[in-house]
């Protein structure tokens, strides 16, 4: 199978080269990602005497934040549909001449922090070649289909890397590198990967195998963002600039994942995808600026023309004056999460305040503003034609003369404009939170510059490692996994598969729990193979060929139901200093292969007893989710002993997660809850429950034969006393989610109050 799969990969990779080189006018039209064909937001079609239509030549029903894109007659957009427990987004393909809906496929959301509708923050991006659309959502739903609809694969970054979701729900867009699929978001993942960071993922386009994470920005992030990496090539490698949660503006290098070089722009997150403009990152961002109290600016820096074995870092609190150095130029121009878009060494940019800018790429100068609302929200401009085409908050479509901005035409909408707009074909393409338009270009004549060329594959240089894919795997006892190896050069290029290996346990030596997979042997096929007995655990393995080149690959063992967890035995040698709530007291690491569970809770003495505890380090944590198994199980109860520190007044909140529902023991509110997202699903019962009182939960998710309709079911009561015949709560619920991980939540607000989790236990249902 795998053989298959390399072989399919490496002849579409180069077909991709090859129809890339050979790419006509026709093709140059296609929007197949939201910044367009240049990764710039420029259009390359050109009218005579254009004007957009005051009629659209369809609509579509559906509401979004983010910007269709369009390939081969298809429109291809991310969006969302229906209210409260009926919402769904939706991945929709529509036939580019007359909007009719080809196929749909629904996404539910779950677990999420999402508030407000916000919903379809993002782009998806398809791939012409393989003729593939991609789609990540907020809460981690990141799948792979074909142009007829067919799912290829599917990941829940959630729940199989730790992926955090934010109340503002801003996603992004997926980007195309050669056999590659590239991602963003905010883990908090195991291991190593355990501390939260805005993190970067590289997956095999083909098979959705994971191939590199990267970690480029500082830890902890401050916010999530949703700038896009921008994709070129500086001193022959393959690199991607983008901005992070982090305040950061980091190059990376595409092909293997490793960080680059890093330049600090912002205290907080920065969220608008950068322009690049000879050798430089235009940036610009709304937060508090790192050298004054003001909040926002646009800046030009300097990315280095060359890279070393070890990340650059432009950091003012590390070195001020190469800080300085590096910066081109700046200006106070403001935004929060609009991206700009340049043409012929102008920047042009929707401000937070409703302007629109043009900005000379080489000094920071001004060349001209134009007013034309009262604020703006995401949007962002494209360049059509020496028009700026500027979606607003306010639900409208400005034309301006990219010149000096003299208002051309405004086309009034429904709902609000908060994403971008695209242009294909001599349409132009806007959805807003009502539906999504499709306006003619009336015009006298019509050309198309040809795509830029691109460059020919680069010659690979001597190999210099090893690329193991999949880099990250899961097992259960009695499975097993296999693996393509590559060698690779300096830059990542591949340079040739490679069949025979040894395998060796590996310890890394930084890592602060040293762990090992002893039960789980690598073969002569490169398949590791887990004991029939195999024990929970984690860890990392090394490959190396005759010749000492070498690559490392991580991986967890994870249990099937029936398992059970408590924490008895655990160690407390780990010391956690005294603040001025709490003592200074021993800890253990919590199960190093649980998603999430580092730094979020601590194994520690309450009672007498070893338990697990909420930790209280860090407020970014206050919520935390922590998942136990993989995304693909179902069928199985989830039972633990909860408790919630705290007096009559003030309390936290502890459950489980089942199947993607939290069942919540709502200290302050008394109340047992069945939710997945609180603003889309919630059914409570009245529970009456104590501070410093051990209870037992149970639940259960059963799934009716329609595959539709579902329930889930909840039942709780105080430690040591008999277990109720009946349910306290039962929530009927359509669609019924039917899959995920068993999990474990706690909400502690402000890290006033802890919660404390034992005796955990997950069993096949009955």
């Given amino acids: 199978m795998y053989s298959i799969l390399r072989s399919l990969?490496?002849?579409?990779?180069?077909?991709?080269?090859?129809?890339?080189?050979?790419?006509?006018?026709?093709?140059?039209?296609?929007?197949?990602?939201?910044?367009?064909?240049?990764?710039?937001?420029?259009?390359?079609?050109?009218f005579k005497n254009a004007k957009i239509a005051e009629t659209p030549a369809w609509t579509y029903d559906s509401h979004s934040r983010g910007c269709p894109v369009v390939s081969q007659g298809k429109v291809f957009s991310f969006g969302y549909r229906g209210e409260k427990e009926d919402l769904v987004e939706l991945l929709s393909c529509l036939d580019e001449k007359t909007g009719a809906k080809l196929w749909e496929i629904e996404i539910k959301d779950f677990i999420s922090d999402t508030v407000y509708n916000r919903y379809a923050i993002g782009s998806p991006t398809v791939d012409p070649i393989t003729k593939r659309v991609y789609l990540l959502t907020a809460y981690g739903v990141f799948g792979c289909w074909d142009f007829d609809g067919k799912e290829l694969w599917r990941h829940s970054l959630m729940?199989?890397?730790?992926?955090?979701?934010?109340?503002?729900?801003?996603?992004?867009?997926?980007?195309?590198?050669?056999?590659?699929?590239?991602?963003?978001?905010?883990?908090?993942?195991?291991?190593?990967?355990?501390?939260?960071?805005?993190?970067?993922?590289?997956?095999?386009?083909?098979?959705?195998?994971?191939?590199?994470?990267?970690?480029?920005?500082?830890?902890?992030?401050?916010?999530?963002?949703?700038?896009?990496?921008?994709?070129?090539?500086?001193?022959?490698?393959?690199?991607?600039?983008?901005?992070?949660?982090?305040?950061?503006?980091?190059?990376?290098?595409?092909?293997?994942?490793?960080?680059?070089?890093?330049?600090?722009?912002?205290?907080?997150?920065?969220?608008?995808?950068?322009?690049?403009?000879?050798?430089?990152?235009?940036?610009?961002?709304?937060?508090?600026?790192?050298?004054?109290?003001?909040?926002?600016?646009?800046?030009?820096?300097?990315?280095?023309?060359?890279?070393?074995?070890?990340?650059?870092?432009?950091?003012?609190?590390?070195?001020?004056?190469?800080?300085?150095?590096?910066?081109?130029?700046?200006?106070?121009?403001?935004?929060?999460?609009?991206?700009?878009?340049?043409?012929?060494?102008?920047?042009?940019?929707?401000?937070?305040?409703?302007?629109?800018?043009?900005?000379?790429?080489?000094?920071?100068?001004?060349?001209?503003?134009?007013?034309?609302?009262n604020g703006n929200t995401h949007s962002s401009p494209i360049y059509v034609d020496g028009r700026i085409y500027a979606p607003l908050m306010e639900g409208a479509v400005f034309v301006l003369d990219a010149k000096d901005g003299k208002e051309l035409q405004k086309i009034k909408l429904e709902g609000n404009c908060i994403g971008a707009v695209a242009l294909c074909n001599s349409h132009l393409y806007v959805h807003t939170t009502e539906k999504l338009y499709c306006f003619p270009i009336e015009n006298e004549g019509v050309t198309v510059d040809a795509a830029p060329e691109a460059a020919p594959a680069p010659t690979p240089?001597?190999?210099?490692?090893?690329?193991?894919?999949?880099?990250?795997?899961?097992?259960?006892?009695?499975?097993?996994?296999?693996?393509?190896?590559?060698?690779?050069?300096?830059?990542?290029?591949?340079?040739?598969?490679?069949?025979?290996?040894?395998?060796a346990t590996f310890i890394p030596p930084t890592a602060k729990v040293k762990a090992q997979i002893d039960d789980a042997k690598f073969n002569d096929a490169n398949e590791i193979v887990a004991n029939d007995d195999a024990k929970m655990g984690a860890g990392a393995f090394k490959a190396t060929t005759e010749d000492g080149l070498s690559g490392v690959i991580r991986g967890r063992v994870l249990p099937k139901p029936p398992f059970e967890q408590d924490f008895s035995a655990a160690a407390l040698t780990q010391e956690f200093p005294a603040d001025s709530a709490y003592p200074a007291y021993k800890y253990a690491f919590p199960p190093l292969p649980w998603i999430g569970a580092r730094f979020k809770f601590q194994i520690m003495d309450e009672g007498g007893e070893h338990v697990l505890g909420k930790s209280f380090d860090r407020?970014?944590?206050?919520?935390?989710?922590?998942?136990?198994?993989?995304?693909?199980?179902?069928?199985?109860?989830?039972?633990?002993?909860?408790?919630?520190?705290?007096?009559?007044?003030?309390?936290?909140?502890?459950?489980?997660?089942?199947?993607?529902?939290?069942?919540?023991?709502?200290?302050?509110a008394n109340v047992l809850e069945i939710s997945s997202n609180f603003e889309r699903l919630t059914r409570t019962a009245p529970l009456k429950i104590a501070a410093q009182t051990w209870y037992t939960l149970k639940t259960q998710v059963k799934v009716e034969a329609d595959g539709l309709n579902g329930t889930v079911y909840a039942k709780v009561w105080e430690r040591g006393t008999p277990e109720p015949e009946a349910w306290t709560l039962e929530a009927k619920v359509n669609p019924v989610h039917k899959q995920g991980s068993p999990g474990l939540f706690g909400f502690t607000p402000q890290n006033q109050k802890r919660v404390f989790i034992d005796n955990v236990k997950v069993l096949p249902n009955p």
Wanted: with cysteine.
């Fill in 9 to 46: 990969t490496k002849s579409v990779f180069t077909a991709a080269a090859i129809s890339l080189l050979a790419c006509n006018a026709a093709e140059a039209t296609d929007w197949t990602s939201w910044r367009g064909p240049l990764q710039t937001g420029e259009s390359l079609e050109h």
């Fill in 461 to 503: 240089g001597p190999a210099v490692a090893l690329q193991i894919i999949p880099s990250e795997f899961v097992l259960n006892p009695g499975g097993k996994a296999s693996f393509r190896v590559r060698s690779v050069d300096a830059s990542g290029n591949v340079v040739g598969d490679v069949k025979k290996v040894s395998w």
């Fill in 619 to 668: 407020l970014l944590f206050q919520r935390g989710t922590v998942f136990m198994g993989t995304s693909d199980m179902h069928d199985y109860t989830v039972q633990a002993d909860l408790m919630t520190d705290g007096n009559r007044r003030v309390k936290s909140d502890v459950g489980v997660i089942n199947q993607r529902y939290a069942i919540v023991l709502k200290g302050n």
């Fill in 159 to 373: 729940e199989d890397l730790g992926r955090l979701t934010f109340p503002n729900s801003k996603v992004g867009s997926p980007v195309i590198e050669g056999d590659l699929v590239i991602v963003r978001g905010i883990t908090a993942n195991w291991g190593s990967e355990g501390p939260a960071s805005d993190r970067f993922y590289g997956f095999d386009k083909i098979t959705g195998e994971l191939v590199w994470s990267s970690s480029p920005g500082e830890v902890p992030p401050v916010d999530s963002s949703f700038s896009t990496p921008i994709l070129t090539t500086i001193d022959g490698n393959r690199v991607f600039i983008a901005a992070t949660g982090c305040g950061n503006c980091v190059a990376v290098n595409a092909l293997n994942g490793k960080a680059l070089w890093r330049h600090k722009l912002a205290k907080a997150g920065v969220n608008a995808t950068v322009v690049l403009h000879k050798g430089t990152a235009v940036c610009i961002q709304g937060d508090e600026n790192v050298d004054t109290a003001d909040k926002g600016r646009m800046m030009c820096v300097k990315i280095p023309s060359t890279f070393g074995k070890e990340q650059i870092v432009i950091d003012p609190t590390l070195d001020p004056v190469a800080w300085k150095a590096n910066e081109v130029w700046r200006n106070s121009q403001s935004s929060a999460s609009g991206s700009p878009t340049i043409h012929d060494g102008i920047v042009y940019q929707i401000t937070d305040t409703g302007s629109v800018i043009a900005v000379n790429a080489e000094t920071g100068a001004i060349v001209w503003e134009a007013k034309v609302s």
